[in-house]
């Protein structure tokens, strides 16, 4: 099982970023895995950000994002996608994409297994 989260970079405030999380050895197909997106600054805890979840494809995100923030999947690529519009200073962390067995997962200790993680840094 691999998850390899790619996309962060450096943008301005008000900009976008897409993140993507290529996934092998399990399928992101509805009725078998949640798959969602954490973050984390420097010297704070993980932060929850958004899921899609195990089945129907029902959507969830953290209150600091909601309305600005779209997680997304595609089957056929197998990937997740985490759009990031109206972003902030403080959207500034290393983003984290994980996979859960539960279907509406929002804990870290939900998922079971993670990625790498992929730098975003927005400028004020």
């Known amino acids: 099982v691999q998850l390899q989260a790619s996309g962060g970079g450096l943008v301005q405030a008000g900009g976008s970023l897409r993140l993507s999380c290529a996934v092998s050895?399990?399928?992101?197909?509805?009725?078998?895995?949640?798959m969602g997106w954490f973050r984390q600054a420097p010297g704070a805890e993980r932060e929850f950000v958004a899921a899609?979840?195990?089945?129907?494809?029902?959507?969830y995100y953290g209150d600091s994002v909601k309305g600005r923030f779209t997680i997304s999947r595609d089957i056929a690529k197998n990937t997740v996608f985490l759009q990031m519009n109206n972003l902030k200073p403080e959207d500034t962390a290393v983003y984290y994409c994980?996979?859960?067995?539960?279907?509406?997962?929002?804990?870290?200790?939900?998922?079971?297994?993670w990625g790498q993680g992929t730098q975003v840094t927005v400028s004020s």
């Open positions: 994980a996979r859960s067995r539960y279907n509406s997962p929002s804990l870290p200790g939900e998922y079971d297994f």
């Open positions: 050895g399990f399928t992101v197909i509805y009725g078998t895995y949640a």
């Open positions: 899609i979840s195990r089945t129907g494809g029902q959507t």
